[in-house]
């Protein structure tokens, strides 16, 4: 599965288009993780943490969404895009969308 964010595949061919696709994840940390970046508020730094439950969760959109496109029968994942929101206190959404096509 080839996945860009881009509006084509470089040096391939769009020969089937079959709309949009898409994953999402909602996901929390824990209550100590929560207190360890509060703590990390105060003297500054990465919130490694949050920078981890992040990661998870666009990997995790990702695969969803590739695995529509893959039952539509796709080959490829084009002009892929991210967008988050928060859902309740200390929990987000992470979603991925994008376009599924057919490349030669």
Do not use: C, W
């Given at each position: 599965?080839?996945?860009?964010?881009?509006g084509?595949?470089?040096g391939?061919?769009?020969v089937?288009h079959?709309?949009?696709?898409q994953g999402?994840t909602v996901?929390?940390?824990?209550?100590?993780?929560?207190f360890m970046a509060?703590l990390?508020?105060?003297?500054?730094?990465?919130?490694?943490?949050?920078?981890?439950?992040?990661?998870?969760s666009?990997?995790e959109a990702?695969?969803?969404m590739?695995?529509?496109?893959?039952?539509m029968?796709?080959?490829?994942v084009?002009?892929i895009?991210?967008?988050t929101?928060?859902?309740a206190?200390g929990a987000a959404?992470?979603?991925?969308?994008?376009?599924?096509v057919r490349?030669?």
């Open positions: 599965m080839i996945l860009t964010n881009v084509s595949v470089p391939k061919k769009i089937e079959f709309g949009i696709v999402s996901r929390a940390k824990h209550i100590g993780r929560d509060g990390k508020n105060l003297v500054g730094g990465e919130l490694k943490g949050y920078t981890e439950l992040l990661q998870e666009r990997n990702m695969q969803r590739s695995d529509q496109a893959r039952q029968g796709a080959n490829a084009v002009n895009r991210f967008a929101s928060s859902v206190q959404e992470l979603f991925a969308y994008g376009t599924a490349v030669e």
